[in-house]
Nanobody
Framework: QVKLVESGGGLVQPGGSLRLACAVS????????IGWFRQAPGKEREGVSC???SGIGAAKGRFTTSRDNAKSMMYLQMTNLKPEDTAVYYC????????????????????WGQGTQVTVSS
């Protein structure tokens, strides 16, 4: 059974940093493109960072995705957080990538975590 479980969300002050983690099971992480998305209230889900199975990544600004294939873990490092970064953050996996590069398009990912809330506020 494929499963992704996020952790590490919470309240952080503006300018702070936070690292989210996502534990995966039921599939081989190293063969997958992985990504992080977020959804704020009243807004559409948007991609913030991804990492292809080859190690080439894509990101919007202050977000970086990494992975530890041996531990079946993926991470999102966020820096210089702003109030507009407040959202529910989701990890996702594309287990059968059709191209060599990941994309920040939610339709490319078939497996999702349940989400973790990140609130940036003083």
């Amino acid at each position: 059974q494929v499963k992704l479980v996020e952790s590490g969300g919470g309240l952080v002050q503006p300018g702070g940093s936070l690292r989210l983690a996502c534990a995966v099971s039921g599939f081989t992480l190293e063969n997958s493109h992985i990504g992080w998305f977020r959804q704020a209230p009243g807004k559409e889900r948007e991609g913030v960072s991804c990492l292809s199975r080859s190690g080439i990544g894509a990101a919007k600004g202050r977000f970086t995705t990494s992975r530890d294939n041996a531990k079946s873990m993926m991470y999102l490092q966020m820096t210089n957080l702003k109030p507009e970064d407040t959202a529910v953050y989701y990890c996702a996996a594309d287990r059968s990538p059709s191209s060599g590069l990941c994309e920040l398009i939610s339709a490319e990912y078939e497996d999702w975590g349940q989400g973790t809330q990140v609130t940036v506020s003083s």
